[in-house]
């Protein structure tokens, strides 16, 4: 079946650690999107993607860094200098076209010890 | 930027009875959308609407648009305890193929 899958879904970081969450896609989407989510809260832009190997930040950039090497892939790190990175991550895909929905994966759920 | 601002913050009803929750956003828009999250869960996506468009229809889902007033409307009607969730309105700008703007959401609650 088509998807997008995010891994881990739980993750566990000791402070001064940089981590990677993972975010893969079979639809064959160009758009590829990081959003976080803290509790309570709406979500907020961390970095999109609209085409294989280009990226723009979004509204939270900083701390984080993408790549997009493949259209499938758009993995998300969280480096040290996030100061504040426990949250909720999702991760969403859509057509590079037209005017459509988000499809969103089950998100990651990062802690930081 | 957070765009749309939801009302109310959080909701509770019985059983049977309809849910109205209201979404209001600053600037123009191309297009306006309603997703529901369980918790701990992903963002599914429920209605599209285009800015030209007044009302839009699925199933138990009616979404309204007033563009002149920058606000939305989504009535979920006959509700059951599976529709508990949180739902959101998004916003896409005019300038295409921009990113969502999301607003802090509605907690829904269905009591059975």
């Known amino acids: 079946d088509g998807g997008i899958t995010q891994s881990p879904k739980y993750l566990f970081r000791k402070e001064g650690q940089n981590v990677t969450l993972s975010c893969e896609q079979n639809?064959?989407?160009?758009?590829m999107y990081w959003y976080r989510q803290d509790p309570g809260q709406g979500l907020r832009l961390i970095y999109y993607?609209?085409?294989?190997?280009?990226?723009q930040k979004g509204d939270i950039a900083e701390g984080y860094s993408v790549s997009r090497e493949k259209k499938e892939s758009f993995p998300l790190t969280v480096t040290s200098a996030q100061k504040n990175p426990t949250a909720f991550y999702l991760c969403?895909?859509?057509?590079?076209?037209?005017?459509?929905?988000?499809?969103f994966g089950e998100g990651s759920r990062l802690t930081v010890l | 930027s957070q765009q749309g601002e939801e009302d109310p913050q959080a909701l509770s009803i019985q059983e049977g009875e309809n849910a109205t929750m209201n979404c209001s956003y600053k600037?123009?828009?191309?297009?306006l959308q309603w997703y529901r999250q369980n918790s701990g869960r992903g963002l599914v996506h429920l209605i599209l609407?285009?800015?030209?468009?007044r009302e839009k229809h699925s199933g138990r889902l009616r979404v309204t648009l007033d563009t002149s007033k920058k606000s939305s409307s989504l009535l979920i009607t006959a509700s059951r305890a599976a529709d508990t969730a949180s739902y959101f309105c998004?916003?896409?700008?005019?300038?295409?193929?921009?990113?969502?703007?999301f607003g802090k959401g509605t907690r829904l609650s269905v009591i059975a």
């Open positions: 600037t123009s828009i191309n297009n």
């Open positions: 998004a916003t896409e700008g005019n300038s295409g193929n921009t990113p969502l703007v």
């Open positions: 639809l064959n989407h160009d758009a």
């Open positions: 993607s609209q085409i294989v190997n280009d990226f």
């Open positions: 969403a895909s859509r057509p590079g076209t037209g005017t459509s929905g988000l499809f």
């Open positions: 609407i285009r800015s030209n468009e």
